[in-house]
């Protein structure tokens, strides 16, 4: 059995490095500022070698400043980024937030959440470069940061790079525009495509895809997660290699959880604690023993209710290796196509049953009347 331990005793003839924003004077100063609007390369390497951890910590007066800020990574030259994100939601901190959360390959550790942490290996042959752009309206006071590599004689040609992409989508219940669930509202749809599933990752080249963070606003107290997973492999059709059978199952829990749980591989490290399922999960799945391979292209989805007929707030950043040159990403959305949707709390719902009791003639009605 691998034992991540066992390589610890091999010698080697790699040279360990670190980038950081100590004071250069000597002093106290440890951090960088980036003015409002800015963008800042805070790690660039020359040659062959590896990214092995990168940590963050981040004070601005902007409350969303995970979301407003994006990371960028480029490898060997590329013109295009192979990471594009928030920074807030590639570390696993969901709506611009701060909660611990531990994975193996990434961590937000305390003072809650505030320490950001990744052990995503990101080897590069031809130079590497990591870039910060402020999108808030304010400067970041103090952007802390390593990025800790290793210096190597050559990188392979068969090592892949590492890719994450940010999406976001307020979904759509389609057609019969009903947000029918768990047959509440009528017979149940069937549905034999991912055309309207929401999108992880479309990615063109050869390569393995390794997990996905997920993040849910739901604006409804119903299950949010029948929804299948499905991924469709070098352009074969649906169903596809792997087809799911729901939501929680696919993040490897069951029976439409809303507690918090941590394993290196999955969990559930912010729920909702609302009525049934209002509000904000996130929910993560790293396929570090079981990568999802693909020799020529991927198509990563996940249904929005069954058959995509909920109203949801979705975002995700997934995570991926693969050859070069990718596809470029699609165009981030703007700052203002990032911020959250509004709360729905006690008044809306009574709002909601106010109206449910007009339609049906008013008078003792309780709730419940078919």
């Not at 009903?178 to 929401?198: C, F, I, Q, R």
């Not at 049906?360 to 709730?367: A, F, I, S, V």
Request: proline fraction near 7%.
């Amino acid at each position: 059995m691998f034992n991540a331990l066992d390589s610890l005793t091999q010698l080697r003839t790699i040279r360990t490095k670190r980038i950081s924003s100590y004071d250069r004077s000597g002093g106290n100063a440890d951090f960088t500022r980036i003015p409002a609007g800015e963008r800042v390369d805070i790690a660039k390497m020359d040659g062959a070698g590896v990214v092995k951890h990168i940590w963050v910590t981040i004070s601005c007066s902007d409350p969303m400043v995970r979301r407003n800020t994006l990371l960028r990574m480029y490898w060997d030259g590329e013109a295009h980024p192979s990471v594009e994100s928030p920074i807030g939601d590639f570390f696993g901190q969901g709506w611009g937030e701060k909660y611990n959360f531990a994975s193996l390959p990434l961590a937000a550790a305390p003072v809650g959440g505030n320490a950001l942490n990744c052990y995503f290996p990101m080897p590069f042959g031809d130079g590497a470069r990591i870039e910060i752009e402020n999108q808030c309206d304010v400067p970041i006071d103090s952007f802390y940061y390593y990025v800790d590599y290793e210096e190597h004689d050559s990188i392979g040609g068969d090592i892949g790079r590492f890719h994450a992409w940010w999406n976001r989508e307020l979904t759509d219940p389609g057609a019969e525009d009903t947000e029918n669930e768990w047959g509440v509202l009528g017979p149940e749809a069937k549905n034999p495509s991912d055309a309207n599933n929401y999108l992880f990752l479309e990615a063109e080249g050869q390569g393995q895809f390794v997990g996905v963070n997920y993040f849910v606003d739901c604006p409804s107290p119903i299950w949010y997660g029948e929804g299948d997973d499905m991924f469709l492999i070098d352009g074969e059709p649906w169903p596809g290699s792997l087809h799911g059978t729901g939501t929680e199952d696919y993040f490897c829990s069951s029976w439409c959880p809303k507690e918090p749980y941590s394993h290196p591989f999955f969990g559930y490290p912010r729920v909702n604690n609302r009525e049934g399922w209002l509000g904000r999960t996130h929910s993560y799945r790293f396929h570090v023993p079981d990568p999802i391979y693909f020799q020529k292209s991927i198509r990563a989805s996940i249904e929005h209710g069954h058959a995509n007929e909920l109203a949801v707030d979705l975002s995700s950043v997934a995570y991926w290796y693969q050859n070069e040159p990718h596809q470029p990403f699609p165009a981030m959305r703007p700052k203002e196509e990032r911020q959250n949707m509004p709360a729905i709390g006690a008044v809306e719902i009574h709002r909601w049953r106010d109206a449910w009791r007009k339609a049906k003639g008013g008078g003792k009605l309780w709730g419940n009347e078919g």
